[in-house]
Nanobody
Framework: VQLVESGGGRVQPGGSLRLSCAASGFTFSSYDMMWYRQAPGKQREWVAVIRSAGGSTDYANSVKGRFTISRDNARNCVYLQMNSLKSEDTAVYYC??????????????WGQGTQVTVSS
């Protein structure tokens, strides 16, 4: 199983970035895909989810209206379009693949993260 994030970098406040996460080694379309982030000195926090069934999405209040999560099941990729970036969006962003399986522990895979820095 592999999740490889890309697209991070440095951007000025108000700018945009698009993160990508390429997945392999599992049935991508069957998994809920999420983005998390972790800022220096803070706990990892959930950012957004796009579900396997129907593709519905949800967002943390802090990013709602600015970030958009999407997926391409044909390419086994999930994306995070980030607009109107703020300094408080600075963090390492992680891709997560999650699938519940009844009473067994869920399948739960993580990427290595990509750094996003919002600074003037």
């Amino acid at each position: 199983v592999q999740l490889v994030e890309s697209g991070g970098g440095r951007v000025q406040p108000g700018g945009s970035l698009r993160l990508s996460c390429a997945a392999s080694g599992f049935t991508f379309s069957s998994y809920d895909m999420m983005w998390y982030r972790q800022a220096p000195g803070k706990q990892r926090e959930w950012v957004a989810v796009i579900r396997s069934a129907g593709g519905s999405t949800d967002y943390a209040n802090s990013v709602k209206g600015r970030f958009t999560i999407s997926r391409d099941n044909a390419r086994n990729c999930v994306y995070l379009q980030m607009n109107s970036l703020k300094s408080e969006d600075t963090a390492v962003y992680y891709c997560n693949a999650y699938r519940v399986r009844g009473l067994q522990p869920a399948y739960d895979y993580w990427g290595q993260g990509t750094q996003v820095t919002v600074s003037s």
